[in-house]
T-cell receptor, first 111, second 114 residues
Framework: QKEVEQDPGPLSVPEGAIVSLNCTYSNSAFQYFMWYRQYSRKGPELLMYTYSSGNKEDGRFTAQVDKSSKYISLFIRDSQPSDSATYLCAIESGGYQKVTFGTGTKLQVIP | ETGVTQSPTHLIKTRGQQVTLRCSSQSGHNTVSWYQQALGQGPQFIFQYYREEENGRGNFPPRFSGLQFPNYSSELNVNALELDDSALYLC?????????????FGEGSRLTVL
């Protein structure tokens, strides 16, 4: 079983839509959860960071962690064409900052 | 503040050859991690260097090796290249005192093995 599972998509939505991206993870010991965004031909950049359970909001982006179901979500409100990218969920299991990434979901926001 | 820079950006090698990829970490960052990203996949952890020592390794064979220099820059070396080594190789820098999992990535070196 993979440590992090993510639907690769692709996901195509109209501009202004609410986008929901999801991942599951296998090890209940994981404490640190991240979402990275990767534009085409670029390296990933950290978008959202959450420690343990709960929600975290940053502008149009909300990250949610449900440790009871081992579920990680990213919501994008009022999606924009500039949000078109691959979104990677990631976990850090503690220790030396080894980060395990999901497969990535490719999102396209159509004007 | 200078970001993470990697070189070369693209290269083509043939099976059996050796390759060296280079990375300069972000200013003030003393930890460098290397990741392999195959097409359509998420990055996979190769190894991390801290204070010029390997500080953790993923599920990659010994022909993947690395170095970190006193200025925190790093090299990734891959010997006896195989076709499956074709991928984007990403370098990420960080500091132990920042949020766990907060990595700053370069734009990567795209390796094609023929």
């Amino acid at each position: 079983q993979k440590e992090v599972e993510q639907d690769p998509g692709p996901l195509s939505v109209p501009e202004g839509a609410i986008v929901s991206l999801n991942c599951t993870y296998s090890n209940s010991a994981f404490q640190y959860f991240m979402w990275y965004r990767q534009y085409s031909r670029k390296g990933p950049e950290l978008l959202m960071y959450t420690y343990s359970s709960g929600n975290k909001e940053d502008g149009r982006f909300t990250a949610q962690v449900d440790k009871s179901s081992k579920y990680i979500s990213l919501f994008i409100r009022d999606s924009q064409p500039s949000d078109s990218a691959t979104y990677l969920c990631a976990i850090e299991s503690g220790g030396y900052q080894k980060v395990t990434f999901g497969t990535g979901t490719k999102l396209q926001v159509i004007p | 503040e200078t970001g993470v820079t990697q070189s070369p950006t693209h290269l083509i090698k043939t099976r059996g050859q050796q390759v060296t990829l280079r990375c300069s970490s972000q200013s003030g960052h003393n930890t460098v991690s290397w990741y392999q990203q195959a097409l359509g996949q998420g990055p996979q952890f190769i190894f991390q260097y801290y204070r010029e020592e390997e500080n953790g390794r993923g599920n990659f064979p010994p022909r993947f090796s690395g170095l970190q220099f006193p200025n925190y820059s790093s090299e990734l070396n891959v010997n006896a290249l195989e076709l499956d080594d074709s991928a984007l190789y990403l370098c990420a820098s960080s500091r132990p005192d920042i949020e766990a999992g907060e990595l700053f990535f370069g734009e990567g070196s795209r390796l094609t093995v023929l």
